[in-house]
C-alpha cells in the first residue's frame, strides 16, 4: 500500500488494522521505527506518509470513504476444528466482509489481497451481496508475490501482477481495468496479467507451492551429498545452468521458514483432499515433510557431533529470522532447532540484527513446549556475535545475515571452548579458512 501510494499520488490509501500498537507504530515521527524491517520500506514511507498515505484504526471510516478495499488480513491456518493444522483459517476474512457490508453505501470494488483458497471469493461475494445494503460489489483477487526481504525491490519492478475478476461482465472487466490502472502508473502493461478469479486464487498456492518444493529438493538432495562425497553447491550450479531448471532458490539451507509457504503448501493439501484428489495432496506434503527432516537433522547432527550430549551446553545462534533483511520470524528454521537443542538441555545464546528479544522468547512461549521460566532460563539474547560466541561449545548459523560473513572468526575462536564447533545451517561461510582457523566444521550439504 505504501509503494501504491508512493507511486500514485493523486489516490489516497488509508492502511487500517484493528491492532492500535502497529498502527502508533506506522505512525511514529521516526519512520525508522515502522514496526517491519524492510530494505527501503521507510524511505517509501516517509516520502508518502501524510501526502496520500494514512494509518488508522478507524475501519468504517475508511470502509465508508473507499472506492477500493484492499482485504490483507492473516489467514493462518487452522489450529481447531475442522481442517484443524491444514486448512487457512478464514474468520478474519469473514469478519473483514461482513464488516464491508455493513458500512458500505455505495458500489465498492473489494479486492483480495490476503493469499486464500480457492473459490474464496465465492463465499466473500455471497456474504457481501446477502448481508449488505443493497449496494454492488465486485470482488478481484490480486494476490501478492512480493518476497519478505526484498519486498519494496519486488514491488516496484515486480515479475507480474496478477488480478482476476469476473471477466465474463461489463461490470466484472471495468473492476479489472480499475486496478490495472492503479498498477499501470509505474507497472508495464504487458506484465499486468489477468485472470479468472479462480485461476488467480490458485496461483498463488501454486507458486509457493513451486518455490518451497525447489528448496525440498535440493535440501533432499544435500544429504545424499554428505554421505557420498558429492558437494550440493556444486550439484545446484551444475543443474541451475540448465535453462529449463534455472538457478534461482536451489541454495540448500537449514529448511524455509516465513508465515507464506507452510500455511500454503498446507492449504493447498488440504483443497486437494477435501476433492479426494489424494494422490495430489500426498505429493505435496511430502515438500513439508522433508522440510521439517531438514531443520530436525540439522539438530540432531549438532547433538552427535558434540559426542551425544549438548546437555549444560553453550550453543551460540547466529541469527533468529527466517531469513535475512527481514525482522519477521514466523517459521523460522532457528526457532525448531532450537526448540530440539532444548529438549536436550542445551543453554543457547542468540544474536539477531533485527530481531527483538521479546520477539524471541513470544516464538518460543508459543510453542508450548516448556514453561516461559524456562525458556528464560536456558535461553538468552544478546546484541552482538561476540557477546554470544564467547565460551561457547559451538556455533550455529541460523540466518543468513551478510555480517556473519564479515566477522572476526579468529577472535570468535579464541574464545569459545575447544575443540571449536561451527554448524553452517546456511552455506554462507568459507570451509577451508574456517577450517584453517581450527573449527570443526559443518556444513549441509558439504
Ligand atoms: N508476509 C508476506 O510476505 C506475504 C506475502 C504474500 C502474501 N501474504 C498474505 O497476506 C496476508 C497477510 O499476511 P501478513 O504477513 O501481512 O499477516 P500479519 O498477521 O502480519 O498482518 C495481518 C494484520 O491484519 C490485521 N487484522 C486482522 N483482522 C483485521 C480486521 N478485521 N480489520 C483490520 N485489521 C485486521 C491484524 O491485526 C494484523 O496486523 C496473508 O494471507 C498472507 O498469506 C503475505
Given at each position: 500500500m505504501a509503494v501504491i501510494a508512493q507511486k500514485c499520488p493523486e489516490i489516497n490509501v488509508t492502511v487500517v488494522d484493528i491492532n492500535e500498537k502497529r498502527i502508533a507504530a506506522w505512525n511514529d515521527?521516526?519512520?525508522?521505527?515502522?514496526?517491519i524491517y524492510e530494505p527501503g520500506l521507510s524511505a517509501v514511507v516517509a516520502e508518502a506518509r501524510d501526502r496520500n498515505l494514512f494509518f488508522s484504526t478507524d475501519v468504517d471510516a475508511a470502509i465508508d470513504k473507499a472506492d477500493m478495499i484492499f482485504i490483507s488480513v492473516n489467514t493462518p491456518t487452522k489450529t481447531y476444528g475442522i481442517g484443524k493444522g491444514m486448512a487457512a483459517d478464514l474468520k478474519y476474512i469473514e469478519l473483514c466482509a461482513r464488516q464491508i457490508a455493513r458500512v458500505a453505501k455505495d458500489d465498492k470494488i473489494v479486492i483480495e489481497k490476503s493469499t486464500l483458497p480457492v473459490r474464496t471469493a465465492e463465499a466473500l461475494k455471497s456474504i457481501l451481496d446477502n448481508t449488505g445494503n443493497g449496494v454492488k460489489f465486485q470482488i478481484l483477487s490480486n494476490p501478492e508475490f512480493l518476497a519478505e526481504g526484498t519486498a519494496v525491490e519486488d514491488l516496484l519492478d515486480p515479475d507480474r501482477v496478477l488480478i482476476g475478476g469476473d471477466i465474463d461482465t461489463t461490470e466484472g472487466m471495468d473492476a479489472v481495468q480499475a486496478l490495472v490502472d492503479v498498477y499501470a502508473h509505474w507497472v508495464?502493461?504487458?506484465?499486468?496479467l489477468t485472470t479468472n478469479v479462480w485461476s488467480s486464487e490458485l496461483s498463488k498456492l501454486t507458486a509457493n507451492a513451486f518455490l518451497a518444493q525447489r528448496v525440498s529438493s535440493i535440501n533432499s538432495l544435500s544429504e545424499l551429498c554428505e554421505k557420498t562425497g558429492a558437494d550440493v553447491n556444486e550439484v545446484s550450479r551444475a543443474i541451475g545452468m540448465d535453462s529449463r531448471i534455472?538457478?534461482?532458490?536451489l541454495k540448500s539451507s537449514v529448511g524455509f521458514g516465513g508465515s507464506c509457504f507452510q500455511k500454503d503448501i498446507l492449504n493447498l493439501v488440504y483443497i486437494a483432499k477435501s476433492f479426494g484428489l489424494n494422490e495430489v495432496a500426498d505429493y505435496w506434503e511430502q515438500v513439508i515433510i522433508m522440510n521439517d527432516h531438514q531443520k530436525k537433522r540439522f539438530a540432531e547432527n549438532i547433538v552427535k557431533t558434540l559426542f551425544n550430549t549438548v546437555s549444560g551446553k553453550k550453543i551460540a545462534f547466529?541469527?533468529?529470522?527466517?531469513?535475512?533483511?527481514?525482522n519477521d520470524t514466523r517459521e523460522s528454521a532457528a526457532i525448531y532447532v532450537a526448540d530440539y537443542l532444548l529438549n536436550e538441555q542445551a543453554e543457547i545464546v542468540i544474536y539477531d540484527p533485527k530481531v527483538t528479544e521479546e520477539q524471541i522468547y513470544a516464538d518460543l512461549d508459543y510453542?508450548?513446549?516448556?514453561s516461559e521460566e524456562e525458556n528464560r532460563k536456558l535461553v538468552k539474547v544478546v546484541n552482538t556475535p561476540v557477546n554470544a560466541t564467547e565460551g561457547a561449545h559451538a556455533v550455529a548459523v541460523l540466518t543468513e545475515w551478510d555480517e556473519f560473513k564479515e566477522l572476526d572468526w579468529n577472535e570468535i575462536y579464541k574464545k569459545m571452548l575447544k575443540p571449536a564447533f561451527l554448524f553452517d545451517g546456511r552455506k554462507i561461510l568459507d570451509r577451508k579458512s574456517k577450517e584453517a582457523i581450527g573449527f570443526q566444521f559443518y556444513s549441509i550439504g558439504n
Open positions: 515521527e521516526n519512520v525508522e521505527n515502522i514496526p508495464p502493461k504487458d506484465q499486468i534455472g538457478s534461482k532458490f547466529l541469527g533468529w529470522a527466517f531469513k535475512k533483511d527481514t510453542l508450548g513446549t516448556r
